[in-house]
């Protein structure tokens, strides 16, 4: 069975330009979640969807948002990037609704310049 | 809010046992797990433990919880350099089911 797969596995944007990243989730996982990983913040939760409905919100801007799609993949986009989004952004995926386990992808690389 | 707070650094020699301490606040806690995270890749469960139980243990990994004092900890036997690595405390709330991690401890296998 595949893993969570995410990407670009790096990304290398400009102040001002938006990004769009991509998930995969495992196959049969419905939930996919979002993390923002830096080494002065740490793991910080950015969303999690279940079935193309967001079910939770972290506490960042309006600028980052994300979907989910009927076959379970998630997308998240960064409008207007600053220097400090940049970070690896993780996606983890679970089965149910209870995201009893989480299974995380290897992560985009974000640098903003 | 609530906090996961863990020690930052941990160095071994290979061979000890290594013991990573995690403390929590969220009363309502119904799991609580420890990842791992190796370098450029993503986060890799390791184990979890139910609130309820105390002791769980998995080949050479042990996971020991204190539910009175929100204590959790992880005891690895026989360290390994592979065993170098960030090891994230996580705890998932029973109100609202939102995970929270630690920042993470930095284990250093040394030979």
């Known amino acids: 069975k595949a893993g969570v797969t995410q990407t670009p596995r790096y990304l290398i944007k400009t102040r001002g330009q938006q990004v769009t990243l991509s998930c995969s989730p495992i196959?049969?996982?419905?939930?996919v979640s979002w993390y923002q990983q830096t080494p002065g913040q740490g793991l910080q939760f950015l969303f999690e969807?279940?079935?193309?409905?967001?079910?939770n919100k972290g506490n960042f801007p309006g600028r980052f948002s994300g979907r989910q799609f009927s076959n379970s993949r998630s997308e998240m986009n960064v409008s207007t990037l600053e220097l400090g989004d940049s970070a690896l952004y993780l996606c983890?995926?679970?089965?149910?609704?209870?995201?009893?386990?989480?299974?995380f992808g290897s992560g985009t690389q974000l640098s903003v310049l | 809010g609530e906090d996961v707070e863990q020690s930052l650094f941990l160095s071994v020699r290979e061979g000890d046992s290594s013991v990573i301490n995690c403390t929590y606040t969220?009363?309502?806690?119904?799991?609580l797990y420890w990842y791992k995270q190796e370098p450029g890749a993503g986060l890799q469960l390791l184990t979890y433990?139910?609130?309820?139980?105390d002791m769980k243990q998995d080949q050479r990994l042990t996971v020991l919880l204190n539910k009175k004092d929100k204590h959790l900890s992880l005891r690895i036997a026989d360290t390994q350099t592979g065993d170098s690595a960030i090891y994230f405390c996580?705890?998932?709330?029973?109100?609202?089911?939102?995970?929270?991690f630690g920042a993470g401890t930095r284990l250093t296998v040394k030979p």
């Open positions: 996580a705890e998932k709330s029973g109100n609202n089911n939102d995970m929270r």
């Open positions: 969220d009363s309502s806690s119904t799991y």
């Open positions: 983890a995926s679970s089965w149910g609704s209870l995201n009893e386990k989480l299974f």
């Open positions: 196959s049969g996982h419905r939930s």
């Open positions: 969807y279940f079935s193309e409905t967001q079910r």
């Open positions: 433990i139910f609130s309820n139980m």
